[in-house]
């Protein structure tokens, strides 16, 4: 069995599937987070795979790197916020913050 070009999309639109369920679905921040973190992992297998089997060369591979080094970026910001949040209001539920709304 050959693995071709279907099968990463197959994977990459599961994954990006359950990174949107847990960001529509979750109350929890850190849930959140680790929905976005799904949905950027699908993009860079997407990326991947259209720079092995779509003629892309090195240019995917540079485009996943570069979403990697974003995501970690987003993850440390967010972190931050998320520790603040908790400090402040002792709850990381996204529905009980609603002091910013004000």
Do not use: C, P, W
């Amino acid at each position: 069995m050959t693995i071709t070009l279907t099968h990463f999309l197959l994977i990459s639109a599961v994954l990006f599937s359950f990174g949107i369920y847990a960001v529509l679905s979750r109350r929890n921040a850190i849930m959140v987070l680790m929905g976005i973190e799904l949905i950027l992992n699908s993009a860079n297998i997407n990326f991947l795979a259209f720079s092995r089997f779509g003629g892309m060369n090195i240019e995917g591979q540079m485009a996943a790197i570069f979403v990697i080094i974003l995501a970690a970026a987003e993850a440390a910001i967010a972190l931050a916020i998320v520790l603040n949040i908790y400090k402040r209001f002792n709850t990381v539920n996204v529905d009980e913050i609603s002091y910013l709304k004000d």
